[in-house]
C-alpha cells in the first residue's frame, strides 16, 4: 500500500508568520504534489515536483513556495502566512501523470 | 488550458435510486485520461476508477463510467446508492501519460444518501 504522511496535522499560526508543512512519501515515486482544498473550489495544485530538486508552479503558487530535497521529502513553506491560506493541505505521490495520486492525510492549517 | 466541470455541488436522494455524478472536460488534447476519486468524511481522496478508452466502460465497487470523447463526458453511475456511498466526489483530467504531466480537478460533488 503506498504511505504518504503529512507533518503537523493540525497547525495554528498568526499572520506574517512562516509555516512549514512537510511530507513523506515512501512510494518512490518520482512526482509529488501540493493541492489546498477549499469549499466551492475543490482540490488547487500549488506546486509539484517531478523529483530531487525540481519544483514547478501549479495552478495558485502565489504566496508560497515548495522544496524537494530528496525523492522521499517534499515541502510546502509559507514565508508570510495570511488568514486566506487557511485551508486543508495534501500532499500526494504518483509516478506518471496517468498514475493514481495517493494522498496523504491532510493538514488543517489555520491562521489567525 | 485543460479543465474539468462538476455541475452539481451537491446531490442528495434516498437509499437504494441510482447514482449519476456528472464530469465534463476540456482539452485540446486528443487522449485524455480520466479519474474519479472519492474522499469520505475526515479522510484523503483516493482512486476510484479511471479509463482512457473511448466507449469503454469501467468499472469499479459498484460505480462505472464511460468516457465519451464526442462529448467530453466522464459521469459516474451507480445503480442503487448506499448510505456508505456519502462522500465528495473528484473528476479530474490528465492530458498525457507523460511524468511531468500533471492531474487538473474539478470543484467536486458531494453526494449525501438519505435512508
Known amino acids: 500500500e503506498a504511505a504518504v504522511t503529512q507533518s503537523p496535522r493540525n497547525k495554528v499560526a498568526v499572520t506574517g508568520g512562516k509555516v512549514t508543512l512537510s511530507c513523506n512519501q515512501t512510494?518512490?515515486?518520482?512526482?509529488m504534489y501540493w493541492y489546498r482544498q477549499d469549499t466551492g473550489h475543490g482540490l488547487r495544485l500549488i506546486h509539484y515536483s517531478y523529483g530531487a530538486g525540481s519544483t514547478e508552479k501549479g495552478d495558485i503558487p502565489d504566496g508560497y513556495k515548495a522544496s524537494r530535497p530528496s525523492q522521499e521529502n517534499f515541502s510546502l513553506i509559507l514565508e508570510l502566512a495570511t488568514p486566506s491560506q487557511t485551508s486543508v493541505y495534501f500532499c500526494a505521490s504518483g509516478d506518471q501523470g496517468w498514475d493514481t495520486q495517493y494522498f496523504g492525510p491532510g493538514t488543517r492549517l489555520l491562521v489567525l | 488550458g485543460d479543465s474539468v466541470t462538476q455541475t452539481e455541488g451537491l446531490v442528495t436522494l434516498t437509499e437504494g435510486l441510482p447514482v449519476m455524478l456528472n464530469c465534463t472536460y476540456q482539452t485540446i488534447y486528443s487522449n485524455p485520461f480520466l479519474f474519479w476519486y472519492v474522499q469520505h468524511l475526515n479522510e484523503s481522496p483516493r482512486l476510484l476508477l479511471k479509463?482512457?478508452?473511448?466507449?469503454k466502460r469501467t468499472e469499479h465497487q459498484g460505480f462505472h463510467a464511460t468516457l465519451h470523447k464526442s462529448s467530453s463526458s466522464f459521469h459516474l453511475q451507480k445503480s442503487s446508492a448506499q448510505l456508505s456511498d456519502s462522500a465528495l466526489y473528484y473528476c479530474a483530467l490528465s492530458d498525457s501519460p507523460s511524468n511531468t504531466n500533471k492531474v487538473v480537478f474539478g470543484t467536486g460533488t458531494r453526494l449525501q444518501v438519505l435512508p
Open positions: 479509463s482512457f478508452t473511448d466507449n
Open positions: 512510494n518512490n515515486h518520482n512526482n
